[in-house]
């Protein structure tokens, strides 16, 4: 599962960095992953969750806060306008018939009236300090007060409503702020009701009336107060509420300024705050809170998740602790006195600690140093007794250990026996598969009796084979090509040398038996090779490879105009040589080949998908036509195998270019514009770098690319020169014509007639 995630995260690249941490690291990035991030996780996305419930239960009960609110001013105007209503109609209208009294001028009068009415009224209403007074207004323009005067002016709106609509008790509101007069007990932020009728002559047998208002104060204030105090003092996470009209006048408020309001009204909402409204009728309840005391509820709850999360975390690290002295640190000193034996230092020991299975690990550990260290003993004194031996000698002298000066065992001119060496070369460059290979053949007999096995390079052997008397190896390398096919499941391809007595000699057939496993990619695998039959490619073949790195080069970068102009001087090579020669200029160009991709990392030669015996093919071709046929499809197949196994992404951005003109050259559409966009630069940026890198302009290389695959088809079909011309990106053959003749001196036709004479 590690490995898995690891390698989804970084890739198969960086999973070789992880694989070569040491089990302490790797303990410790398991426990990042898989306990202290899933941890975060778990607390980030449970903080989220939380507070987010917790906002919307804090809200949910402002929300029911608002709604008593609501319920509770609904019951006051209810109130106010019954009580009115039980003034007007009380006792037969006796209350109306006492307020006339007092509409006069005769301030005796009036005294005795508003006694009169004052004693009524408290009568009618109930003995509470929420009325505040009412105001007997008469068509005269004098009125009349019960209890205190309030000085209040009732708007004109209201008056027209009482006007409109005789006879029915209609009810306002009042911010009791405004008015510094009020009844003793009140304060400001108070709210206060007012009701109002126009009696009219059903009501006022008088006709002298024409409103009449009573003022309640409403207990809301107190409601407010009870809430905005209890959350300044951290009980409730209510916040502070006011009562607005629609206006956006405060109606009534116990702690909320009119700074508050203001930034609430002009859209300016406090950095940190939240606004929750409820409308109803003619007002809106405001209710402003910290966004902090929204999550309140939250918090306890986060806090406990977190005292969990730590526990578990801690007792981890106890574990952890408790699993590194017991387990880790112990396993840790056995890798480092692995490392110590080695380097070759088997006199280690290892202190027992930990549990019991690591323990007795380092019991094994400590016994087998002690058992290897007797059997290196035992056989160093065997090899001081063999090391003399003159196979051992010889063999160290193929390998380059010793010297022809260091030799003095041997004869310097003729050696105790026959002996050939075999050049074993795998596909495989695994050490592993190589060591089984050894392995299995050292249980033959007859092998280990006749042969010695040399490491050459990481996927080469030689073998020094002791030849019996006009004997010939053939039959025993067979054995070990089958051996290597049955252990390693890969392929690989033998060269044998010829039997050699001389020192001499022996240097002779070493030099071009190393010199063949160059060869050896344009042979078949799973062959055995004598080396005097692949003797006449090595010189002329291994060393002119050389000459065609360009070619190769250019396959490699899909650089389609440098793959013509290498081609054409390859077939003037091929007209100015006999067909042996030409041969091996086509074995040496596909030499030179593979020798790149192997060197540049590309992938093993037959990854490619076309790899075969190229020898025996170029061998088979009669004529100097067919070696051109034969070496025009290689380079195509190989461009096209090439261009599916790269990555684009490790080319520069000419050679991206390149590539891409390469294989839209024959487009019409094709600009520097287009290019440009390919690459992802800018046009007049590409123009410079290219023409820098290239020593010539885009346009120009894009021209000579053009007629490059003019001529070859010219040469090579028989379409008509107008047809050639829309193949290489022409729509105007007279363009391309006259274009041809300026580069190359002569028309298209006329080039044509020459080539076909040939």
């Keep these: 599962m590690f490995a898995l995630l690891l390698e989804f995260q970084y890739g198969e690249g960086k999973m070789k960095h992880f694989s070569r941490m040491n089990i302490r690291n790797v303990f410790a990035l398991s426990f990042s992953y898989f306990v202290a991030l899933p941890m975060l996780a778990v607390f980030a996305i449970g903080s989220i969750f939380v507070l987010r419930n917790a906002k919307a239960d804090a809200i949910d009960k402002i929300k029911t806060f608002h709604s008593s609110l609501i319920s509770q001013l609904e019951l006051e105007e209810k ?3 019954a009580r009115l209503s039980h003034l007007m109609y009380a006792n037969n209208g006796s209350i109306l018939s006492l307020s006339c009294s007092a509409d006069t001028d005769d301030a005796t009068i009036k005294y005795e009236a508003v006694e009169k009415l004052s004693s009524a ?3 009618s209403l109930p003995p509470t300090s929420e009325i505040l007074s009412a105001r007997f207004c008469f068509l005269s323009g004098r009125f009349v007060e019960y209890k205190s005067s309030l000085n209040m002016e009732i708007s004109d709106e209201f008056k027209k409503l009482l006007s409109d609509d005789i006879g029915n008790v209609h009810t306002m509101a009042f911010n009791a702020g405004s008015y510094p007069s009020l009844y003793v007990g009140t304060t400001d932020g108070n709210l206060i009701w007012i009701a109002g009728i126009a009696p009219g002559a059903f009501l006022d047998r008088s006709r002298s009336i024409e409103y009449v208002f009573l003022y309640q104060i409403s ?76 999550f309140e509820s939250g918090w306890y709850f986060l806090q406990v998740l977190l005292v969990i999360i730590l526990i578990v975390f801690a007792s981890f690290i106890v574990f952890l602790r408790i699993l590194l002295k017991n387990v880790i640190y112990p396993v840790n000193d056995v890798s480092k006195a692995l490392k110590s034996v080695e380097s070759g230092n088997l006199s280690m020991h290892i202190e ?92 033959d007999m007859e092998f ?48 044998i040398s010829k039997a050699v007595r001389s020192i001499s000699d022996t240097n002779n057939e070493l030099k071009y038996l190393k010199m063949s496993e160059e060869i050896l990619p344009i042979v078949a695998w799973d062959t055995i090779h004598e080396l005097s ?23 490699l970068k899909g650089d389609v105009k440098k793959i013509n ?27 030179s080949f593979f020798t790149l991709i192997d060197n540049e990392a590309v992938g093993e030669i037959g990854i490619l998908g076309f790899h075969q015996d190229y020898v025996s093919t170029v061998d088979s071709l009669e004529d100097v036509k067919s070696l051109m046929l034969f070496t025009s499809t290689f380079i195509s197949q190989a461009e096209k195998s090439v261009r599916s196994k790269l990555n684009e992404a490790d080319f520069s951005p000419v050679e991206k270019a390149k590539r891409f003109i390469g294989s839209n050259y024959q487009k019409v559409s094709i600009s520097l514009s287009s290019v440009a966009e390919y690459v992802g630069l800018n046009e007049r940026y590409l123009s410079t770098l290219f023409s820098r890198e290239e020593g010539e302009t885009f346009i120009s290389y894009l021209t000579t690319l053009r007629m490059q695959k003019a001529k070859e088809l010219l040469k090579g079909t028989a379409f008509k020169v107008y ?11 007279e363009h391309f014509n006259k274009t041809f003749k300026k580069l190359y001196g002569v028309s298209p036709t006329e080039y044509r007639k020459m080539n076909n004479r040939q």
């Design 79 to 81: 109130s106010v306008s």
């Design 121 to 123: 009224m408290d009568y």
């Design 219 to 294: 207990s809301v204030y107190r409601t407010l107060q009870s809430y905005d105090t209890a959350y300044a003092l951290k009980r409730n996470s209510i916040g502070y509420t006011a009562i607005l009209s629609k206006a956006g006048d405060i109606l009534s408020s116990a702690r909320m300024d009119r700074a508050d309001l203001d930034q609430y009204l002009n859209g300016k909402r406090k950095k940190g705050y939240s606004y929750i409204t409820t409308e109803f009728d003619s007002y809106k309840i405001l209710t402003i809170v910290k966004n902090i005391d929204l």
């Design 352 to 443: 027992p600690s930990g549990v019991e299975e690591v323990r007795n690990a380092i019991h094994s550990f400590n016994a087998m140093c002690r058992r290897l260290k007797a059997l290196v003993s035992d056989y160093e004194e065997k090899i001081s007794e063999q090391a003399n031996s003159p196979d051992r000698l010889f063999c160290s002298y193929v390998q380059g250990k010793i010297t022809d000066g260091e030799l003095a065992i041997f004869e310097k001119t003729q050696l105790s026996e026959m002996h050939r060496l075999i050049l074993l070369r795998a596909m495989d460059r695994n050490w592993t598969s190589m060591l089984s290979l050894a392995n299995d053949l050292d249980t």
């Design 448 to 495: 280990s009796s006749k042969c010695i096995m040399a490491p050459y390079k990481k996927n080469s052997w030689i073998i020094l084979y002791k030849e019996d008397a006009g004997g010939a190896p053939m039959a025993l390398t067979e054995r070990i090509l089958e051996t290597f096919r049955r252990t390693t499941q890969t392929k690989a391809t033998i060269v």
């Design 533 to 555: 039959n692949l003797e006449q490619y090595l010189e002329p073949v291994v060393e002119n490879q050389v000459n065609y790195a360009l070619l190769a080069k250019a396959i």
């Design 565 to 591: 102009e290498e081609k054409e001087r390859i077939f003037v090579e091929f007209m100015n040589s006999n067909m042996d020669n030409s041969k091996k200029i086509v074995m040496s160009l596909i030499l």
């Design 723 to 733: 047809e050639v011309a829309q193949m290489c990106g022409y729509q105007n053959s």
